[in-house]
């Protein structure tokens, strides 16, 4: 059977205008995929799946249908390769369904996985917000992939399931980023972020940014560590809140750590203690704001550093503490 190479290939002279869906199926093929993945009806439904998360596409279904089925077809009837056509979804008669309540999405997205389990896993499915949903799978090898789920659902036959998952993160028994995995993150509506912790000695992470309709591959970088680049690393802990047990997360708890010692450092009149305090307040509000919006034991002792840094004294970089409040 033909490849997604020999494809793209053939679809580079097939290009009409920019919003021509083939453009579109073009970069995903080729962004997504590696060139010796063989084409198959599942394949193109999947690409299906995917455009249909763009409101773009969700306007442009039939014409996206039609594109994209021409260029299959032209293709495969240049070969002996064989194609069936009849297993092509027909999105053109898709409804696609906004659910508004996170409890029934839940109950939608825990039907659907529960259909795709096997003997020996298990699963939770929980809201990650209103129109968001989060399934947590445990293999029977003890590994754990997490799928997002966003609040868009289609009609098949008299059920509704979802879309497609948005988010899939794949972990190692202990927790750890599954070294090999393809990892996707969307770190905004229209920006999808693919990485791979490679199987080596030292860490080393390859990203793709993935942008718009059309799966343009926008930058390519290579990372000693997630922390080095923001739009990776906050998506991520801000997804990984929900089930990873805070206390033990290194992140986590070296960010109470160095709050808990700059109010030390504060209360003892530390020299360097001002400076101190206010990169441990800097960086536990960017903290607060991007990933814990609702952690008590951050917030307070936000609070309580703010309080410090914000008297007068220490603004003049005095030693008396400030006054209690009553």
């Known amino acids: 059977m033909a490849n997604v190479g020999e494809l793209t290939n053939f679809i580079l002279g097939a290009f009409k205008s920019e919003d021509d869906g083939r453009v579109a199926l073009y970069h995903y093929l080729k962004n997504f995929f590696p060139t010796e993945t063989l084409v198959s009806p599942p394949l193109i439904n999947e690409f299906y799946s995917e455009a249909l998360h763009n409101q773009y596409w969700q306007e442009r279904k039939t014409n996206l249908q039609n594109d994209v089925q021409e260029v299959v077809q032209r293709f495969f009837s240049q070969g002996q390769d064989s194609f069936r056509l009849d297993l092509l979804w027909d999105i053109s008669k898709f409804q696609i369904v906004p659910i508004t309540q996170s409890e029934t999405l839940c109950l939608i997205v825990r039907e659907f996985e529960q259909t795709v389990t096997t003997e020996g896993e298990t699963f939770r499915v929980m809201p990650e917000s209103e129109s968001r949903a989060i399934s947590v799978r445990r293999t029977n090898l003890g590994e754990v992939v997490v799928r997002t789920y966003s609040n868009l659902t289609r009609l098949q036959g008299s059920k509704l399931v979802p879309l497609k998952s948005d988010q899939e993160i794949f972990y190692d028994p202990g927790m750890e980023l599954k070294r090999g995995a393809l990892q996707k993150l969307r770190p905004a509506q229209h920006t999808q972020v693919r990485f791979i912790v490679e199987n080596s000695k030292d860490t080393l992470i390859t990203a793709q940014f993935i942008n718009g309709f059309a799966f343009r591959l926008s930058q390519t970088v290579e990372l000693g560590n997630i922390n080095q680049e923001s739009r990776i690393f906050f998506p991520l ?56 919006p609702d952690d008590k034991a951050l917030y307070s002792r936000l609070r309580e550093l703010a309080k410090w840094i914000s008297s007068p004294a220490y603004s003049r970089r005095e030693s008396p503490p400030p006054e209690a409040q009553a």
């Open 237 to 292: 802990k801000r997804l990984e809140r929900f089930y990873i047990y805070r206390p033990s997360d290194p992140y986590y708890m070296e960010l109470i750590s160095t709050m808990e010692r700059a109010l030390l450092m504060l209360q003892t009149h530390k020299e360097g203690a001002f400076e101190f305090a206010r990169q441990a307040f800097d960086g536990g509000q960017i903290a607060f704001d991007q990933i814990f």
